[in-house]
């Protein structure tokens, strides 16, 4: 048994499915919820994962591991949600039950007691959700790799195909206007 994605890739070249289903099994979770963050909407995000697969599939003999199978495996996901943001002429809806599909959860224990905190969070967690789904898609995406993912900025440079420089400062103009967003939404609730 082969531990290495590396390893995983050459036998997935040479055809073997069950190798393919290994790789399936250990990431779709994990870019399945990359892509349900980027586009908001559980089918795109079944669609965009599916999609994703069958291109690393049909790819698996031009695969060189010069960067971890990860890296190469959200370049491909990034591009996957950047494209069908820009086929997309209006912005996806947001809204309450979007925003806790997407990883924001309510609170939950002690902050449960107080009514109150529990729904100026939620309200703030819509307002965010609704912030980052009006950021351009590339934006977007560095942010969910950089936050979401754990990515570091090289590691964003490489699967966005940017400067290390680029990508900090995509981040820094996404961390930005989010902030410029939600302070508006705070001051509009005073």
Not at 16 to 36: C, M, P, S, W
Not at 63 to 89: D, E, G, Q, V
Not at 144 to 150: D, F, H, Q, S
């Amino acid at each position: 048994m082969i531990d290495d994605d590396a390893g995983v890739m050459r036998l997935v070249a040479e055809g073997d499915t069950h190798a393919f289903r290994l790789l399936v099994e250990k990431y779709q979770g994990e870019i399945y919820n990359f892509f349900l963050r980027s586009t908001g909407n559980r089918e795109d995000a079944e669609d965009l994962a599916q999609q994703l697969f069958v291109n690393v599939y049909r790819s698996a003999h031009r695969y060189r591991p010069t960067a971890s199978f990860r890296t190469f495996l959200y370049r491909i996901a990034t591009n996957l949600a950047i494209s069908l943001s820009r086929k997309r002429t209006a912005r996806p809806e947001s809204s309450l039950e979007q925003a806790v599909e997407v990883g924001f959860q309510p609170p939950s224990g002690a902050a449960d007691a107080d009514p109150a905190a529990c729904a100026e969070r939620r309200e703030l967690q819509h307002a965010y959700m609704r912030a980052l789904a009006g950021l351009p898609a590339d934006w977007r995406a560095a942010i969910e790799l950089r936050v979401g993912r754990g990515f570091s900025y090289r590691e964003i440079a490489g699967i966005m195909g940017r400067s290390v420089a680029a990508v900090e400062s995509i981040i820094f103009r996404a961390r930005e206007r989010l902030a410029r967003e939600l302070k508006a939404f705070r001051a509009g609730k005073d």
